[in-house]
């Protein structure tokens, strides 16, 4: 079983940034990868960068590729999304996911999930 709690959500201006956190329960962090989700209203949860489990490997959406990134700390069983350049339309719910194994960009791939963290960009 993990439990994953999300931080670090705001309201912040078209061009700031945020570093969103989310800190994992469990001894054997290092063997989930973790992907970082967002919903905005009206749409589907869609992926945003995910991470392997001992960070060699990452992924980023096309939407986010050189502005966001995704990174982990396995000793302090956390990982994060650092988001430089915000846009109105990044405005979200922002979920980790974590699963066993490879990385996966797809949604039903992950078994556990945090509560959310509402990152709002006004323009």
């Known amino acids: 079983q993990v439990h994953l709690v999300e931080s670090g959500g705001g309201l912040v201006q078209a061009g700031d940034s945020l570093r969103l956190s989310c800190a994992a329960s469990?001894?054997?962090?290092?063997?989930?990868?973790m992907g970082w989700f967002r919903q905005a209203p009206g749409k589907e949860r869609e992926v945003v960068a995910a991470?392997?489990?001992?960070?060699?490997?990452?992924y980023y959406a096309d939407s986010v590729k050189d502005r966001f990134t995704i990174s982990r700390d396995n000793a302090k069983n956390a990982v994060y999304l650092q988001m430089n350049s915000l846009k109105p339309e990044d405005t979200a719910v922002y979920y980790c996911?974590?699963?066993?194994?490879?990385?996966?960009?797809?949604?039903?791939?992950?078994?556990?999930w945090g509560q959310g963290t509402q990152v709002t960009v006004s323009s």
């Open positions: 991470i392997s489990g001992r960070g060699g490997y990452t």
């Open positions: 996911g974590a699963k066993l194994g490879v990385v996966s960009t797809t949604l039903n791939a992950y078994d556990y």
């Open positions: 469990g001894r054997t962090f290092s063997s989930y990868a």
